[in-house]
């Protein structure tokens, strides 16, 4: 049974390049410590909400956009060493929160197992 990661962030809008290229050199890591895909996905249809909602639960401001993303893993081990595993990678020295085109403090993330897959 797969194992998704899932990350809910705001970035701020002039970024979404720097993001983009940032996502795509990472990819190459989440791959090669197992993960099976990633998906990168801007906000275009994210409203604000009276209680709850995307944009309140990441705090964005008027110049950010939400952004919500995973990363598809065979299975939970895999995807927690995958992850320790990147932390030690010298290759992950240019992803440190000066460096990010985000605030890293308002990130969610959270680990997920399948429960139902369909499709057309």
Known sequence: MSFV?????????????AYKEMAEKV????EEY????????????VPDGKVTSFPMS??????ETVVF??????????ADKGFATMMEDPRMKDMSP??????GMRMMWG???ELVNVSA
Request: cysteine-free; aromatic content about 14%; hydrophobic content about 45%.
């Open 69 to 78: 993303s995973w990363i598809e893993w065979p299975d939970k081990a895999t």
């Open 98 to 103: 000066e460096t990010i085109p985000f605030d």
């Open 111 to 113: 680990g997920f197992e």
């Open 34 to 45: 197992g993960a099976l895909s990633m998906r990168e996905n801007w906000g275009v249809d």
């Open 58 to 63: 990441v705090k964005k401001t008027a110049d």
């Open 27 to 30: 990819w190459p890591l989440f």
């Open 5 to 17: 990661s899932g990350f809910l962030l705001a970035v701020p809008t002039a970024n979404k390049q």
